[in-house]
């Protein structure tokens, strides 16, 4: 299966959780599709269809367009408009061919469906591009396709790393009958975007400023004018504004797959249909939540909008068919608690207020459902609007950040957190969450928040804001992911409590192993008879390292908090996905049907994959200590017998003559050892 890896709430404890991902080790037996080497031209069909048709369609449009400029009154305005008008038409009738055939040399770069019908393998990361970040994208390892020159010059591409920083790859294991869909829906959405992507009033020059007629030609009748100031020809100038359009479609398109391919792996079962982390366990934590407790956050209007008016507001809204654009004109302060759903359903103008009906709607049980009024503030400054980004930009930050918390244990943004199958992580992720909501509500936090988007909000100019919103979400996430750092939950630091719900889990397993150790022999040897019983011990052992490193690491203090939340993050996905393939390989069932031994092996083979990495990373770390401390040894070995050399016959007492006989003896062990541990480290031994 293609996989794109892919204010507050609560007035009291009011807390909610994600529901627990399909066990990361189902995914392992996937492989490329046979159909792949149909994917380019399949993906090349979808393309040529939607450039033809969008193509046919836009020529009528900017004709009626270019009629209808009759009624400007301003005739530099007019003037403008149509010569620009002739120009694009003539751009996309005469290159019509060109641009279908070679798209990229017309302001077409088709990047993402040649990523997908090319590349078996891909990166994944996120993209920052006029002023937007595109989450979780799939980029090519090669050019053209990795996405830099088409966001060339100002745009940042940040590709996800493990935690010994080599770039991650992943597999390109979408299925035929997905990839279809993939490309229909990008073939669809083209079409529908392409008048916009071609056209934006504000592209139009402005005459005397981005261009000039030729008065003496003028004079004659005959009206002849220069290329746009800093480009060599129209056909350029058309380009530099079609191109930036068609990348952010391009990257939406990218970003859209990774979200529905997501939302279709969390289509989870029921809570009580998957087996519990700990086979034999019966998890019983229940999340009882009221809906009428959670908080009533108000909306705020995104920066986009700030500047219409109550009456320009609520037209936009009626006139939206699209409920996520609707939605798309509002944000509300709600990053940690992402269970609960708030939508703007209607607006209404009262007295001179702006009023909107907000729903508030549980994601996991969606009967569970209210309604309340909320006043918006309605103000068209630049500065509010300013504000209004920053404050935005910061949520998002804080949001993305728990999410990939959720998402190292399985959950989505849906926070059904009973999926997780374990009352111990249960409990501690509602701590987790309810302390991170409690802390965000607090005055003082917020006074802080207050004062780092009024500070950032006044470097915010008309350009690329791309910087100052970065400096933003960083000073901001170094503040919040410090403070909750320092904080404590039931006496302990704060991320330490999930690091202990892990080793509860772990010491449940240390009797299961031993009272299941009948299925496990037999499961084994129905499966496949060169499978290893000793391969649980070895993963067994291997979790409890990786709690007792996680554990060290959490009391570590860090120079940056914002790294350290990452490999925390990736410490405890880690450990998840060794508990999931624990709960497989220590069932307390008889496997017996196909699919449950397919699901075995699986799990077997990515546990052998895990073990064996393991064993790499210990041999890296041998050879590189071996090497310095051979380095050290010998180094040190040269300088102390040189040094006796010169001095031996000039040294009178016995003592210093001792000295330099032990130095050289203790190098000489430091130079064996450190020959030990390389060639250890190279064996692998």
């Not at 982390?277 to 700030?306: C, F, M, R, W």
Request: aromatic residues 10%; charged residues 30%; without cysteine.
């Amino acid at each position: 299966m293609f996989k794109w890896k892919k204010m507050l709430f609560l007035v009291s404890t009011s807390t909610a959780f994600l529901p627990i991902i399909a066990l990361s080790a189902s995914k392992k037996g996937d492989q490329v599709s046979p159909q792949f080497s149909e994917f380019k031209k399949r993906a090349k069909e979808a393309v040529k269809k939607a450039l033809t048709d969008g193509l046919t369609n836009i020529t009528k449009q900017l004709e009626e367009i270019k009629s209808s400029l009759d009624k400007e009154t301003n005739f530099k305005k007019k003037l403008s408009a149509q010569i620009y008008l002739e120009k694009l038409i003539d751009y996309v009738t005469k290159n019509k061919d060109a641009i279908i055939a070679h798209p990229e040399n017309y302001g077409f770069p088709i990047t993402f469906l040649n990523i997908i019908s090319q590349d078996k393998k891909y990166h994944v990361g996120n993209i920052e591009y006029n002023n937007r970040q595109y989450k979780d994208v799939a980029i090519s390892k090669n050019a053209p396709y990795d996405y830099v020159d088409a966001i060339k010059p100002d745009g940042v591409i940040t590709k996800k790393k493990d935690k010994n920083n080599a770039i991650l790859e992943e597999d390109n294991f979408i299925k035929s009958e997905d990839f279809d869909k993939v490309i229909k829906s990008f073939e669809n959405e083209l079409i529908k975007k392409f008048n916009s992507i071609i056209f934006n009033s504000k592209d139009i020059p402005e005459l005397d400023k981005d261009f000039s007629l030729d008065l003496e030609k003028l004079k004659e009748g005959i009206i002849k004018y220069s290329t746009p100031k800093g480009f060599g020809s129209w056909d350029d100038y058309i380009k530099s504004k079609i191109k930036p359009r068609y990348v952010a479609f391009d990257l939406e398109q990218n970003e859209k797959s990774n979200e529905e391919e997501e939302q279709n792996e969390n289509k989870d079962p029921n809570p009580a249909d998957k087996p519990p982390l700990v086979p034999g366990d019966n998890p019983n934590a229940k999340y009882k939540t009221e809906i009428e407790n959670i908080a009533q956050l108000p909306p705020y209007i995104a920066h986009g909008y700030s500047q219409y008016t109550h009456e320009n507001l609520k037209q936009t809204f009626d006139t939206l068919t699209d409920d996520k654009a609707k939605q798309n004109l509002f944000f509300f302060d709600n990053p940690i608690n992402s269970r609960y759903l708030y939508k703007v359903e209607n607006l209404s103008i009262n007295s001179g207020k702006l009023i909107a009906n907000v729903s508030i709607t549980d994601k996991v049980d969606t009967s569970k459902k209210r309604r309340y009024n909320a006043e918006l503030n309605v103000d068209s400054s630049s500065e509010y609007k300013a504000w209004l980004q920053i404050y935005s930009e910061q949520i998002k930050s804080l949001n993305q950040k728990f999410l990939s918390l959720y998402k190292a244990l399985d959950l989505d943004d849906k926070l059904n957190y009973e999926m997780l199958r374990s009352d111990a992580l249960v409990n501690a992720l509602f701590r987790i969450v309810d302390g991170a909501i409690k802390f965000y509500l607090k005055k003082e936090y917020k006074d802080e928040q207050m004062k780092l988007v009024q500070y950032y909000a006044q470097y915010i100019s008309t350009g690329n804001n791309l910087k100052t919103l970065t400096s933003s979400n960083s000073e901001f996430l170094n503040y919040t992911l410090s403070e909750l750092k320092a904080s404590k939950i039931n006496s302990n630091p704060y991320f330490l409590d999930l690091v202990n719900a892990f080793e509860s889990v772990y010491l449940q397993y240390e009797n299961v192993i031993k009272a299941n150790k009948t299925f496990i022999s037999q499961n084994f040897n129905a499966t496949n008879k060169t499978f290893k019983l000793e391969t649980i011990d070895d993963l067994y052992e291997k979790i409890k390292l990786d709690i007792f490193r996680l554990k060290a690491k959490v009391n570590t203090n860090t120079f940056s908090i914002v790294q350290w939340f990452n490999n925390y993050v990736e410490d405890i996905r880690q450990i998840k996905s060794e508990f999931n393939l624990l709960s497989i390989l220590a069932t307390n069932k008889t496997v017996t049907k196909d699919e449950d031994k397919k699901q075995f092996t699986e799990a077997y083979q990515a546990t052998e994959n895990v073990l064996n990495q393991e064993k790499k990373n210990k041999n890296k770390v041998k050879t590189i200590s071996g090497a310095i401390t051979f380095a050290i040894g010998l180094i040190s070995l040269v300088i102390t017998i040189t040094m006796l050399l010169i001095k031996l016959k000039t040294i009178k007492n016995n003592k210093i003559l001792v000295y330099y006989l032990v130095s050289i003896a203790i190098e000489a062990v430091l130079l064996i050892a450190g020959i030990t541990l390389l060639t250890l480290g190279l064996k692998g031994i």
